[in-house]
């Protein structure tokens, strides 16, 4: 072998070895050494210090940052029902590990359960912190309209809603609780199905204002253009 060719083998084995080494080290660093671990957990999107609080657990601090699997920590997260989605982010620089997530918003309650928009059911951690409208229906079909007729509702007089009960598939009975000079009184509505929503709730609304109805206890709206009150 001339001086040439020997000493270009000898320069690529110098940088396949150099390479090997800073390999070992690499993996050495990432894996198993104590300077890239995870030092902070960072919640994003989720409501309450009580949700954030459980949804970082499911990462360690002091685990190395290597290790920490984006996508176990992912679908370990499928665990609450309450999270509609998750998404878990490495900042290498910062030594910290990023939970984005995307809550279910309660709508109403259905039993021990709640359901959100989309009529899907979820517990929530401490429920008494959530007022909503409690679902009376006897199927999916049912509590699916009775979510739609809900959200579908204006926000000041969503918040008077205590129950809303389902008969059939597309018919329903809202119990209204309104307190007026230290006075609760309780209502209830027949509302039929979800259409004529808007005027149905400003027939209400006029018909609630008038003296003479200070004292009702039923309307029936299913036909918004002849109401009764008794």
Known sequence: MSGRLRRL???RRSLLFLFLILFASTAYILGWSSILTVKHVIVVGAPTKVDRELISQEVFIGERMARV???TVSASLKKFSWLNDAQV???WIKSSITIKVKVRLPLAKFGKSFVDSEGVLFSLPHPERFAVPNILAASTQARRFAA????SLPASFR????VVSVEGMQSATLLIEKTAQKRKQEILVRWGDSS????KVRVFQSLLALPEN?????MDLS???APIVR
């Open 9 to 11: 083998f000898l320069s």
């Open 69 to 71: 699997d984006k996508r």
């Open 159 to 162: 918040k008077d809603v205590g």
């Open 89 to 91: 982010e490495r900042n």
């Open 214 to 218: 200070s004292t009702i206890v039923f």
């Open 196 to 199: 004529n929503t808007s005027l």
């Open 148 to 151: 739609d007729l809900i959200e």
């Open 223 to 225: 036909a918004p253009h």
